[in-house]
């Protein structure tokens, strides 16, 4: 038999083999138990004592460079606050533009276009009008940034309007940050400014250092909303019909339940003493609030102007950045609050009617 004739006989034998069944089974408990990875004690209990000491003393040399690294991102934070106070005459500059305060010179309004040439005006046909500032300026950065527009429901539009600024500050210790939301005198509520307000650390975790990856939220705070009578939109009366026990009449039970509403934002859900309660729910729910504290701070706030117009997220498009795919689907939010139906403010029972006269 040649060499070639032999070498496909024995691979037809091979093939018959692996469909034996007994064959295939012993074949799939020997892969079950290969792994092709291994955890930290396998790894370590394979090891000499000698090899394990010194793998002990690098560990030790890592904590110190993670510390470091801790240290690194404070500072950072020192300087993002420093440089928060060169910002905020020309955030506070842009605000008076856009209600109107302020009306930018002419030379302020130039701007250049490509190759380095002036480019003072833009042909259109749209009326000139005399409107005061910027409307809407906040509201279509709303529309045209998903993660917001996602947040934003019909009935928070009018709202939206009335926003007039939305700036950071940064509390005098720790690390964290305070988003102010500012609005003008409206008929929804009687705050003028809305706050949420978030803390950080940098510390690594004695117990857990392998999981430092910088700075993190760690909890976040809202702010009561004094609505004006009849205008929460972040709250539903549900009328429900209830019947009395061996009677023909009936009730009506009202309830008051959350409805999905940006404003939801100041009000965020609250993490647990024990951190072994928090289930998979509350942690999406919690890191999609992070995200979007963080998106507004990073993002928002200082390109303000390329939302407004759009240029932003045509130029992510263009270089297919996704880079919104690295925050969370914020429909969660809402949906994770409303599903619970879980804030009651009050029920009462309307009336009282017989089930006879009502079919009269």
């Known amino acids: 038999m040649s060499t070639?004739?032999?070498?496909?006989?024995?691979?037809?034998?091979?093939?018959?083999?692996?469909?034996?069944?007994?064959?295939?089974?012993?074949?799939?408990?020997?892969?079950?138990?290969?792994?092709?990875?291994?955890?930290?004690?396998?790894?370590?209990?394979?090891?000499?004592?000698?090899?394990?000491?010194?793998?002990?003393?690098?560990?030790?040399?890592?904590?110190?460079?993670?510390?470091?690294?801790?240290?690194?991102?404070?500072?950072?934070?020192?300087?993002?606050?420093?440089?928060a106070k060169k910002f905020e005459p020309l955030y506070h500059k842009r605000k008076e533009i856009v209600t109107g305060t302020v009306e930018p010179s002419e030379s302020e309004c130039i701007v250049l276009g490509e190759?380095?040439?002036?480019?003072?005006?833009?042909?259109?046909?749209?009326?000139?009008?005399?409107?005061?500032?910027?409307?809407?300026?906040?509201?279509?950065?709303?529309?045209?940034?998903?993660?917001?527009?996602?947040?934003?429901?019909?009935?928070?539009?009018?709202?939206?309007a009335h926003l007039v600024d939305i700036r950071v500050s940064f509390p005098e210790t720790g690390m964290g940050f305070v988003l102010e939301f500012e609005f003008s005198e409206n008929a929804f509520f009687e705050d003028k400014v809305l706050t949420k307000t978030y803390e950080m650390k940098s510390e690594p975790d004695e117990l857990d250092p392998v999981a430092f990856d910088g700075p993190e939220i760690i909890g976040s705070t809202g702010c009561t909303i004094n609505w004006k009578k009849g205008m929460n939109v972040t709250q539903k009366?549900?009328?429900?019909?209830?019947?009395?026990?061996?009677?023909?009449?009936?009730?009506?039970?009202?309830?008051?339940?959350?409805?999905?509403?940006?404003?939801?934002?100041?009000?965020?859900?609250?993490?647990?003493d024990e951190d072994d309660s928090i289930d998979e729910e509350l942690e999406a729910l919690l890191t999609s609030d992070f995200e979007i504290g963080q998106y507004i701070r990073e993002r928002i706030i200082p390109k303000?102007?390329?939302?407004?117009?759009?240029?932003?997220?045509?130029?992510?498009?263009?270089l297919g950045d996704g880079s919104d795919d690295d925050y969370s689907d914020t429909s969660d939010y809402d949906d994770e609050l409303d599903k619970n139906e879980n804030v009651v403010a009050n029920e009462t029972v309307t009336n009282v009617q017989n089930e006879d006269c009502k079919q009269q």
């Not at 291994?38 to 010194?54: F, G, H, Q, T, V």
């Not at 009328?239 to 509403?261: A, C």
């Open 304 to 318: 303000a102007v390329w939302y407004f117009t759009n240029e932003v997220n045509e130029l992510e498009s263009e």
């Open 115 to 160: 190759d380095g040439i002036k480019d003072e005006t833009i042909d259109n046909d749209a009326p000139e009008e005399n409107v005061k500032g910027i409307p809407n300026f906040w509201l279509t950065i709303f529309k045209n940034t998903d993660i917001l527009c996602e947040m934003m429901q019909e009935h928070d539009q009018a709202i939206l």
């Open 4 to 83: 070639e004739v032999k070498g496909e006989v024995e691979e037809i034998e091979n093939m018959n083999a692996i469909q034996d069944p007994n064959t295939l089974a012993a074949l799939q408990e020997k892969l079950g138990n290969m792994s092709l990875k291994k955890d930290a004690d396998d790894i370590l209990a394979d090891l000499p004592e000698s090899i394990r000491k010194r793998i002990n003393a690098i560990k030790n040399i890592q904590l110190q460079t993670t510390q470091i690294e801790a240290d690194f991102f404070e500072e950072v934070h020192k300087l993002e606050v420093e440089y």
């Open 237 to 272: 009366l549900v009328k429900k019909k209830q019947k009395l026990k061996g009677k023909s009449e009936t009730r009506i039970v009202q309830k008051v339940i959350k409805e999905d509403s940006f404003f939801n934002f100041f009000n965020p859900p609250q993490i647990p």
